[in-house]
């Protein structure tokens, strides 16, 4: 597609639960990154994936957080035992390479009730 | 640790003013400088950034912003504001070497203009 892709667009879960989201990159984009953005907060940095190399997961912020790419292209971030504290806008963005400028998709929205 | 700082949390402003957001980072090295617009209900977009060269750059919609390096800055201005310029506005900020594409965030500046 022309721009980066993001589903769903909203989640509700249940704490507890597990939840899975999905990022659709630009086509040819190498570089690959989650944020996350909480009610009234700036963009915080959850992980980063550039081509083959290993991720940057240094902005995960507990081990309920996971995210893995698949081929180079898609990735999935996975949140497991969901807490209300995690509810936020998870936005997902790609950029050529980690050089070039990094374009967002419109975010999945996640409220864990 | 790297950090960018938005000193303005939230502006108002009446149409035609000029605008100013400041945004400041901590940082000595190298590094790639990004602003960023998300409108109500969009996503972000970028409004425009220096990676190197002339120090003022142009981005969309009139916006400018200068890159001073011994004050660690790289404020956004825009000489008249439109009522269409309502939005959140985010710094950014990168290292300009190695190999790492994290962008840190400051914490943004809601703006509002009155028409």
């Known amino acids: 597609g022309a721009g980066v892709s993001q589903s769903p667009s909203n989640k509700v879960t249940e704490k507890g639960k597990d939840v899975e989201l999905r990022c659709d990159p630009i086509s040819g984009h190498t570089a690959l990154y989650w944020y996350r953005q909480s009610l009234g907060q700036g963009l915080e940095f959850l992980i980063y994936?550039?081509?083959?190399?290993?991720?940057?997961k240094s902005g995960l912020p507990s081990d309920r957080f996971s995210a893995e790419r698949t081929g180079g292209s898609v990735s999935t971030l996975t949140i497991q035992r969901t807490q209300q504290e995690d509810s936020a806008v998870y936005l997902c963005?790609?950029?050529?390479?980690?050089?070039?400028?990094?374009?967002f998709g419109e975010g999945s929205w996640l409220t864990v009730v | 640790a790297q950090s960018v700082s938005q000193h303005n949390h939230h502006v108002i402003l009446s149409e035609a003013a000029s605008l100013e957001l400041g945004c400041n980072y901590s940082y000595g090295g190298t590094v790639n400088l990004f602003w960023y617009v998300q409108y109500p209900g969009q996503h972000l977009q970028l409004l425009l950034k220096y990676f190197s060269g002339d120090p003022l750059v142009k981005g969309i919609k009139g916006f400018e912003a200068e890159f001073i390096k011994s004050k660690f800055s790289f404020n956004l201005r825009k000489p008249s504001v439109q009522w269409s310029d309502t939005a959140e506005y985010f710094c950014a900020v990168k290292h300009g070497s190695g190999n790492t594409g994290k962008l840190i965030f400051g914490q943004g500046t809601t703006l509002q203009v009155k028409p």
């Open positions: 963005a790609s950029s050529f390479n980690s050089g070039n400028t990094i374009y």
């Open positions: 994936f550039q081509g083959n190399s290993a991720p940057d």
